[in-house]
């Protein structure tokens, strides 16, 4: 057992976060927010480019032939960096939808009573007739409702947890550094206990999310699924809302990237049945 | 990302198995939580039949992954826990190992592994706890030996200890934190006198310790004169590091039974608790997959846990504490009465969040060392 990041697996993850950090810096992502609605193709290809939704096709299909744990990483730095755009069902249309694989067609999925940019997108798996627009409370993501439902995908809440795994590691990471040199009272706040703990907690809920989401992604298996879920969702939002307490007054404003994690964790929380869904799947294989 | 155990590492679980399944039915009956001189006769033998089955030294020289199987193993198979053997096995000898003489080990380590003698902390004082460097017992020399006067306090397992690794102050005048020494006191020197403290759950396991002039061998100076403090700490990561790792399993396969109890008395009919279980699932497979990962993190760098201990004390102590409210509300009104499982669990489990280092001081410690955050006053 050797439950860790190979080489390999870090020069992975290092090589994603360049290229997000080039392709999408806040400079993009605040000209996002003051565009809504519209997806950035040119960003969708070179994530095709760089083999984003080709990673699990096997390589004489023109894949890049790695597995789920990889793609795990992939979409945590994709939360981390807050990307934009129905990101899982594109990498899971990959070889299945024509042009997936390479980010030359945008593919949505209807999920629950939800779709993601149902009008941005090429292809929509899924039945969407009598759909109604939302005015959707994460500026970044288009939301329609539909009024069947479907069940969820358990790949699909996989990569939904390591979006929010990415998410809660980047709200830690912000308050930290604002902790560290935000003064009141002639000193650091993070000097005071009180905003330590805070810190402290982002950063154990993390650490356990973190080790669940891999640990579904190394296994596959569906009660580890639901497990990542729930650690990945908890340390998501509630990373999400004590960040904004840590940066004060400043963490209510528009101006504050804060918001924008928040509201993606509540978006990404509310897929694959939610919550209870995956409470009650792991209640079931309890009695089982 | 490897979750995957080697042929060896497989093959040293198969044979465990098929030891414990032999052996355990051959064990006579736990003594009751409260009478620790039975539990200290009952744990030493199942050390001894550990040790005489070539398993004692599982604790100390197997790899960190070995030692997760084997604790995996033991409580699947509902072998006893170490129970009075805790601070000799788990902390007070891995200390003695990794910092100790060649004589100290060769004195201290056989006995504890072939289950002969028990060990105790003594660090704690009245006016010493989270603030562990304010301890006072005083130390002088005299000869070749110290003399100790002072008192202890929450001293687990102290009336049937043979030893206790014993924090002293030997020079009051330096800063705080430099005047400390670690000394390994036997029980039966004259001048100590033992107090049985009652905890909440009505059971004596723990006591108050007074050190009136006992004279304990410069010999017994694991460390340098005034380095107690360093050694202190190379004790309390494993006592935070690997500690509770054996306690994870227990507290899954305690959900599966409180499932089935649900499902017996109609309780599982009721979606809220059923989703509170399920809840429970979920954080515990992910405790143990965090366990996973820390003891990779061990196994890769030598040894000695990591600030991953700190993380991981924070959230299981306040799991389980999750868990046993969870059995009460399974058990209803039953959940009143001490006759019925899980109830002393329950009271138990309150003791988790403060002993080894409050979850307060977990917090500060993640925080400033793990974090990086500026030192708070
Ligand atoms: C069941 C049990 C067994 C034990 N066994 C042993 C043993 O065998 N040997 C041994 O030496 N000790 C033992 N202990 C003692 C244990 O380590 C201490 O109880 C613990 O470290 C807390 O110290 P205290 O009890 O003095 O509480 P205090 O330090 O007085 O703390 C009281 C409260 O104040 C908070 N607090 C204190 N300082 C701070 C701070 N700086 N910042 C924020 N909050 C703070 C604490 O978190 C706590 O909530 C045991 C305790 C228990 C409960």
């Known amino acids: 057992m050797r439950f860790q990041l190979s080489e390999d697996q870090q020069a992975l993850q290092a090589g994603v976060r360049r290229l997000l950090d080039r392709r999408f810096d806040r400079e993009a992502l605040r000209a996002a927010v003051g565009a809504p609605g519209r997806l950035d193709r040119a960003l969708w290809r070179s994530l095709g480019e760089a083999g984003f939704f080709a990673l699990r096709l ?73 759909a109604v627009a939302m005015r959707s409370v994460d500026p970044l993501t288009p939301l329609h409702r539909v009024p069947g439902t479907t069940p969820a995908d358990p790949l699909a809440v996989l990569l939904t947890a390591a979006e929010q795994l990415g998410t809660a ?15 009141q009272f002639g000193r650091p706040i993070g000097t005071f206990q009180a905003v330590q703990h805070l810190c402290a907690d982002l950063l154990v809920r993390t650490e356990i999310a973190r080790t669940a989401v891999y640990a579904a992604a190394v296994t596959a298996d569906g009660a580890d699924i639901a497990a990542a879920r729930l650690l990945a969702d908890e340390a998501a939002v509630r990373g999400a809302r004590d960040c904004l307490q840590v940066h004060g007054g400043m963490g209510f404003t528009w101006e504050a990237d804060v918001h924008l994690h928040l509201k993606r964790a509540w978006l990404r929380a509310a897929r694959g049945g939610g919550g209870t869904q995956s409470e009650e799947l792991l209640a079931a294989r309890l009695a089982a | ?113 072939r289950g002969e003698e028990v060990w105790c902390q003594g660090f704690s004082e009245p006016d010493a706890g989270s603030d562990l460097a304010a301890l006072r017992t005083r130390a002088r020399r005299d000869g070749d030996d110290y003399v100790v006067s002072g008192s202890k306090i929450w001293t687990s397992h102290a009336e049937v200890a043979d030893w206790c690794e014993l924090l002293v102050r030997t020079d009051p ?7 400390i020494t670690w000394l390994a006191m036997p029980m039966d020197a004259p001048g100590i006198t033992v107090r049985p403290l009652r905890t909440l ?64 008395n109609g309780r599982w009919d009721d979606p809220v608790l ?40 924070l959230r299981y102590s306040h799991a389980r504490q999750e868990l046993y409210d969870a059995a009460a ?28 280092g409050t979850s307060q001081i977990q917090r500060t410690i993640v925080a400033e060392r793990v974090l990086g955050l500026p030192r708070g006053r």
């Open chain 1, 169 to 183: 590691a980047r709200v830690c990471e912000l308050a930290v550094q604002h902790a560290r040199t935000r003064e």
């Open chain 2, 201 to 264: 759950a009505g059971s004596a396991e723990f006591a108050e310790v007074f050190l009136d002039e006992v004279r304990v061998p410069v010999a017994n100076r694991v460390g340098a004169e005034n380095d107690g403090w360093r050694v202190t700490m190379v004790t309390l990561s494993f006592e935070r590091g690997t500690a509770f790792v054996g306690e994870v399993v227990a507290c899954r396969r305690v959900l599966r039974e409180l499932a089935r109890a649900a499902r017996e």
């Open chain 2, 1 to 113: 990302m490897d979750l995957s155990y080697t042929a060896a590492e497989e093959d040293f679980r198969a044979r465990l198995r098929e030891w414990l399944a032999k052996v355990l039915p051959t064990l006579p009956d736990r003594p009751s939580p409260d009478d620790w001189p039975g539990r200290r006769a009952y744990d030493l033998g199942w050390q001894r039949m550990l040790h005489d089955a070539g398993y004692a030294d599982v604790h100390w020289d197997a790899s960190p992954t070995t030692r997760l199987i084997f604790l995996e193993e033991t409580e699947r198979a509902g072998a006893p826990y170490v129970g009075a053997n805790f601070v000799g096995l788990l902390h007070a000898g891995p200390t003695i190992a990794a910092e100790g003489t060649a004589e100290q080990r060769a004195r201290w380590l056989p006995p504890v592994l």
């Open chain 2, 274 to 313: 059923r989703r509170r279980l399920g809840r429970l699932e979920g954080e515990f497979r992910a405790l143990w997959r965090l366990t996973q990962w820390n003891v990779s993190v061990a196994e890769a760098g030598g040894g000695v846990p990591g600030t991953g201990a700190s993380v991981f004390k």
């Open chain 1, 58 to 130: 096997p390589e004489p299909d023109g894949g890049v032939g790695l597995g789920l744990p990889e793609a795990a990483l992939l979409f945590e730095e994709a939360g981390r960096a807050l990307l934009p755009g129905p990101l899982v069902a594109t990498h899971l249309a990959a070889g299945r939808v024509p042009g997936a694989a390479t980010g030359e067609t945008v593919v949505t999925a209807v999920d629950g009573q939800l779709v993601e940019w149902l009008e941005a997108a090429d292809v929509v798996l899924g039945e969407t007739v009598g």
């Open chain 2, 173 to 179: 005048d330096a800063p705080r934190h430099r005047g």
């Open chain 2, 329 to 356: 509300d399974v058990l209803g009104p039953d959940c009143l009465d001490l006759d019925r499982p899980w109830v002393l669990d329950r009271l138990s489990s309150l003791s988790y969040t403060i002993a080894a």
